[in-house]
């Protein structure tokens, strides 16, 4: 086993804003999860690995033959992708859905403590002040629906957003290579594990076809995506930039069930999209 590793490479800048647009456009896939899943009928953990299990097609699809070599990064990226899918479903069964997507987004926190180490990516005060401004801002977003109950569950959740950090940074370690092949590898070790849970309870064809929605639209083509984005975008901000999703995912319940969010979730969700944004605009004027 080799380690992919390396002082991070210089921008280029006709692919950093595209990178960024990926991020943006990840997140909103993504965001589509909490809606589609609910229209499931079927065990938790079934739908992780059935979900995956069709985006591992999508990958092989788009990859034709993958290039598996089992570097540690490679390996990596693979545990860490499948640990982050399934520690968020038992999470999300062990506490509440808002503790469960809101401790997953604490990932740029150990990001911020771990990329200068094991990336040589310069955590910036910049950097800092935006991941505690995002953080504050999603705390507001979730007030009203925060539970302390579910200790189990939070931790659970706790260890997702470990799992996401260490994703996206073996991930980032193969910014040379082709980081696509290890959430390949993740799907299938999902698939593996969730796809038994299907004895429990058989989805019906609505059920089927939303699987179908959440494996090729919510998970293959945005992580798709988001590998093509890390390889000209740092750690940090594959962690941050997706910090989107869990705004718009009860955006979407508002659209579709009618739960509409509450002032104090308008204000977080605001103060989280200016600091991403302002932190971009300055990133970019700073390299202009």
Known sequence: MNIQTSVEAPVIKNERPKAIL?????????????????????????IAGVRSAISALVFLAVLGKPKINWSIAQFGAAL????TVILFVLATKLTTAANAILLQYTAPIYV????????????????????????GGMA?????????????????????????????????????????????????????????????????????????ILGVVQLGLPYILYAKAIKHTSALEATL???????????WVALFIGEKPGLWSLIG???????????????????C
């Not at 991020?23 to 065990?43: E, P």
């Not at 860490?80 to 640990?83: C, T």
């Open 112 to 135: 911020a403590l771990l990329s200068g180490w094991l990336l040589k990516e310069r955590t910036r005060p910049l950097d800092w002040i935006t991941v505690f401004i995002v953080i």
């Open 241 to 251: 930039i997706p910090v989107i999703e869990p705004i718009l995912n009860p955006i």
């Open 140 to 212: 507001l977003f979730f007030m009203d629906s925060l539970s302390t109950k579910g200790v189990l569950g939070n931790i659970v959740a706790i260890a997702s957003g470990v799992c996401f950090a260490l994703q996206a940074m073996f991930l980032r370690m193969q910014k040379k290579g082709s980081p696509w092949e290890s959430i390949f590898l993740g799907n299938i070790l999902t698939a593996i594990i969730g796809i038994p849970f299907l004895s429990i309870a058989w989805p019906n064809a609505s059920g089927w076809l939303n699987l179908l």
């Open 80 to 83: 860490s992708y499948a640990g």
């Open 269 to 287: 969700g605001l103060i989280v999209l200016a600091a991403i944004t302002i932190r971009c605009v300055l990133v970019e004027v700073r390299k």
């Open 22 to 46: 990926f991020l943006v456009i990840t997140a909103t896939f993504w965001s589509l999860g909490g809606l589609l899943i609910k229209s499931v009928n079927a065990h938790p953990f079934a």
